[in-house]
Structure formats: structure tokens, C-alpha cells
């Protein structure tokens, strides 16, 4: 399983970034797939997780109280990517991101907890100044 990130930067406070991840080597679409973020000296956290989609729902996202009503996941399925539309960054978004995808097809969808993500990329840096 190959799982790589794109699209890190450095942005001013207030500005956007958009993150992209793709995923090959397993059938995506049985997936939940997650972002995560570390900052120097801080433990890893979750920001975003997307469950796969059902037969009749196109699945669900959730998101850490930090980043809501500022990011926005989307997942392609059709492409195997999970894209992470950042705007409003604040310099405390400051971090590198991950992506990761779970161990187990159909798992939880949990971003409180990276055990359950067995397939992870080598991250992007994103960095905001103030």
C-alpha cells in the first residue's frame, strides 16, 4: 500500500491551503482514510477522517473541534484520493500532515486515536505565519 501526500506550504494567517493525499494498493473504496497532524513537540493529532461510502450514503466526515468551519475533506473514490481544503489557517495549524488509511476495511471512523490506521504517508509540512 502506498499512501502520499501533496500540496504543503508555507501561508500567511488567513490564507488557504488545499492538501491532497492518494492511496494504491488497496481497493480505496472499503476504506476509511484520515488526516493527521504533528507539531514539533506536541503529540500526533487527529484533524479529519472520512469513512468509506455505503451502498446508499456517500460515507461521513469528522473533524477535531480545532478545524471545524475552517477545513473541509472530500474524498474521490473514482480517483483514490482524500483531498483537505484548509482555510482560515491559523499559525497553531502550523504542523506536518499525514495521511493515513485504516487496517481494516468498514473499521470505526476515529480521528480521537492513529492505532486503528496502519497504512501512513511521510507527510507534508504546512506552515502558517503570523
Known amino acids: 500500500v502506498q499512501v502520499v501526500e501533496s500540496g504543503g506550504g508555507l501561508v500567511q494567517a488567513g490564507g488557504s491551503l488545499r492538501l491532497s493525499c492518494t492511496v494504491s494498493?488497496?481497493?480505496?473504496?472499503?476504506?476509511?482514510v484520515a488526516w493527521f497532524r504533528q507539531a514539533p513537540g506536541k503529540e500526533r493529532e487527529g484533524v479529519s477522517c472520512?469513512?468509506?461510502?455505503?451502498?446508499?450514503?456517500?460515507?461521513?466526515?469528522y473533524y477535531a473541534d480545532s478545524v471545524k468551519g475552517r477545513f473541509a475533506a472530500s474524498r474521490d473514490d473514482a480517483k483514490n484520493t482524500l483531498d483537505l481544503q484548509m482555510n482560515r489557517l491559523k499559525p497553531e495549524d502550523t504542523a506536518m500532515y499525514y495521511c493515513?488509511?485504516?487496517?481494516?476495511?468498514?473499521?470505526?471512523?476515529?480521528?480521537?486515536?492513529?492505532?486503528?490506521?496502519?497504512?501512513w504517508g511521510q507527510g507534508t509540512q504546512v506552515t502558517v505565519s503570523s
Open positions: 493515513a488509511v485504516a487496517r481494516d476495511p468498514s473499521q470505526y471512523c476515529s480521528i480521537s486515536e492513529s492505532g486503528p490506521f496502519a497504512y
Open positions: 494498493g488497496l481497493k480505496f473504496d472499503r476504506y476509511p
Open positions: 472520512a469513512s468509506e461510502p455505503g451502498l446508499t450514503d456517500p460515507g461521513r466526515l
